[in-house]
């Protein structure tokens, strides 16, 4: 029988192979959206077309280098589908250079990584098997010197399929290439690998654009910030907080749905609740993070820039000028530290601390840590805040201090003994965990109140809290439906599930629920607003969010964005308070069966692409340099020579 099937070439075998394999994992392991038939096509043809366009390359090669080439290149490809995919159980993302390259970031994953990786894993290198055994076995008959008119053949069919897929990809998404903000269109059209090489030629052009950005591109920008971003009216608020220390709590993966809600008839953030009833507490706040979890929610607080699409951005550009929340209060008498129980080096923290001029980083070296105290990512919160009361003492006034928590993170383990409510009952071991690790944290904030109390620090200081991004991603969507009563996660439910609490305790305040909508991005002017300190000169996309005059849409890093009225994710168009669908009369009539954008959303979406088009720019081209943050002159003399 064997004689009749090496008459295929082996790269066709190769290609056939590997293709399954691929559609297998696009379709059964990667969460991929497919909202209609064109797209489940092109997603079944792509692995096949990015396979072809590999293996015949062989046919190029010297005989006896034809099997060698085939075999690695099925090795070397199922270890990026396969990386991809672990990383996609995390983070329901895909890879991008920049996060590749921090390795340091992958070693540090511990016990996430091992929860990621399961047994029956090792089908997935199937296809590695075979063609090893093939190629080894059938060497003889499967080298072939191929004539100059296999060649063509081959090269011919590659190109044909390569441009087969584009252009439906392009009819199904036109402009594919030109939207950058959302991996996984890309992946569904192009596939993988083509997405890889995609990646590959963004990151260099943004390399490119430092070298050739000059100050002129900062003039419009400055011009946009101050129409639309610079706020500097007076409220009841202003410097309530003068010279009192700023204590600032990142609460990892704390996302508001648990907030004032029950299970098993329980509260879940008990102390959080009775907390916020003496706090300004916002409850329609949201994270902008992507790529860089923790580290890009750092950077929105610290600069109030836009993190980037793709990447961390404390890694891609922690060399650039910036002028950060540090900074700022360093020239207003305050040192500025950070206290994380983690290596100093992951998210290139360290760097990046240096370079926003933050004084102090008490990271893992700081504390003691043993096994009975750690869990998962390391230190326990309690023991964490336990033992940075007497760094907090140290510190000269004011101080500004953030601490990042540890424990509630995925995959949210934890120890028995300290788990003080019932896990959730569902199909998601993520989801049931979760409310284990949030009702921890919520007592190690109590904990925590109370040391500030008894060592004095409580009372001269405002604390101020904030979820860093989301815990549950869509993978968990089931479940997170069973919990929250609802049939289904639709992509209204999805936004709002991404509002992260956004708490500011001001002893002797008292405090009031606040229902605007607003961004982590708004943090850095809200928080100079109480503090009551001059950041008139300061360039940032946020406003103060104790003021009536707001930014009327907070956008999400992948262009969705929320507004009074509206929330717009994924070409759909949502009433804000109702979650109903808008469709559009022009819609209705063309009736092309596709959800299109609405006409209520699109102006605001253009609004939303240009500020964070106007984000990255500053970003890629390291724009911040050009520009003198110390002289306060600056703006007036600008002011003047417009006028004359
Ligand atoms: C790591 C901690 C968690 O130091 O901040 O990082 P995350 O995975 O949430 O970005
Ligand atoms: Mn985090």
């Known amino acids: 029988m064997f004689q009749r099937v090496n008459k295929v070439p082996l790269y066709v075998v190769a290609s056939l192979l590997f293709g399954i394999k691929t559609y297998i994992v696009y379709r059964f392991l990667f969460n991929i959206e497919l909202d209609n038939m064109m797209q489940e096509i092109i997603l079944f043809i792509n692995p096949f077309v990015s396979a072809f366009l590999v293996f015949a390359i062989s046919v190029w090669l010297k005989e006896e280098r034809q099997m060698k080439f085939i075999r690695y290149a099925t090795l070397l490809g199922s270890f990026i589908i396969y990386f991809n995919l672990i990383f996609y159980r995390n983070f329901t993302d895909f890879l991008t250079i920049p996060v590749l390259f921090q390795g340091s970031n992958a070693a540090d994953l511990g016990s996430s990584i091992l929860a990621l990786i399961y047994p029956g894993d090792i089908l997935l290198f199937l296809d590695v098997v075979i063609i090893w055994y093939l190629s080894k076995k059938y060497k003889n008959t499967f080298i072939v010197s191929y004539q100059k008119r296999k060649k063509a053949l081959a090269f011919s069919l590659s190109i044909a399929f390569l441009l087969g897929n584009y252009i439906l990809a392009e009819i199904e998404r036109p402009q594919l290439l030109q939207r950058t903000f959302d991996r996984e269109y890309l992946v569904k059209n192009i596939g993988i690998f083509n997405y890889h090489v995609y990646d590959v030629v963004q990151q260099s052009k943004s390399k490119a654009q430092r070298v050739f950005a000059d100050g002129n591109e900062l003039t419009e920008i400055k011009a946009y910030m101050k129409d639309n971003t610079t706020d500097q009216s007076e409220t009841d608020l202003a410097g309530v907080a003068k010279d009192k220390n700023l204590i600032f709590i990142s609460l990892e993966s704390l996302q508001s749905f648990v907030i004032n809600n029950t299970l098993h008839d329980e509260e879940v953030t008990p102390f959080l609740n009775d907390l916020i009833d003496e706090s300004y507490y916002f409850e329609n706040f949201y994270h902008q993070t992507e790529q860089g979890k923790t580290s890009d929610s750092e950077f929105l607080v610290e600069t109030g820039l836009y993190p980037l699409p793709s990447g961390a951005v404390f890694f891609t550009h922690g060399q650039n000028e910036y002028n950060s ?7 207003n008498g305050y040192t500025s530290s950070v206290l994380h129980a983690n290596n100093k080096s992951f998210w290139n923290r360290d760097v990046m601390y240096d370079n926003l001029g933050i004084d102090q980083f008490y990271d893992i070296d700081a504390y003691e840590v043993t096994d009975e105290n750690s869990i998962g990512w390391g230190l326990k919160d309690k023991p964490f805040f336990e033992q940075s009361i007497k760094y907090l003492q140290s510190l000269p006034e004011p101080y500004y201090s953030r601490f990042i928590t540890l424990t509630n993170h995925y995959p949210f383990d934890l ?4 788990a003080t409510i019932d896990k959730f009952d569902s199909n998601s071991k993520t989801l049931n965990q979760y409310f284990q690790t949030v009702r921890y944290m919520d007592e190690s904030i109590k904990d925590f109140f109370d040391q500030l109390k008894e060592s004095g620090e409580y009372e001269n200081s405002i604390i101020v809290m904030m979820g860093d991004h989301y815990g549950i991603s869509d993978f968990h969507d089931k479940a997170m439906a069973q919990y929250l009563d609802k049939e289904k996660i639709t992509p209204y ?31 850095k002017p809200t928080l100079m607003h109480i ?13 103060n969010l104790f003021s009536e005059k707001r930014k009327e849409f907070v956008a999400l890093r992948d262009g969705s964005f929320i507004s009074n009225d509206y929330i717009y994710t994924k070409d759909q168009c949502f009433n804000r308070e109702t979650g109903e669908l808008i469709v559009s009369d022009q819609e209705d009539s063309e009736d092309n069966g596709e959800k299109t954008i609405d006409s209520h959303c699109e102006p605001i979406k253009e609004k939303v692409q240009q500020e964070l088009t106007y984000s990255d720019q500053i970003i890629y081209g390291d724009l911040f340099r050009f520009h003198d943050f110390q002289n306060k002159n600056l703006e007036s003399e600008e002011n003047e020579k417009e006028q004359q």
């Open 531 to 543: 503090l009551g300190i001059d950041d008139s000169n300061d360039l940032s996309f946020g406003t």
């Open 493 to 523: 439910d999805h936004i709002q599930l991404q509002r992260v609490p956004f708490i500011v305790h001001i002893p002797g305040e008292k405090g009031k629920t606040i229902s605007e909508i607003g961004g982590q991005i708004d943090v």
């Open 325 to 331: 929340t540090s900074e700022l209060l360093k020239d």
């Open 415 to 418: 120890a028995e003994e300290d």
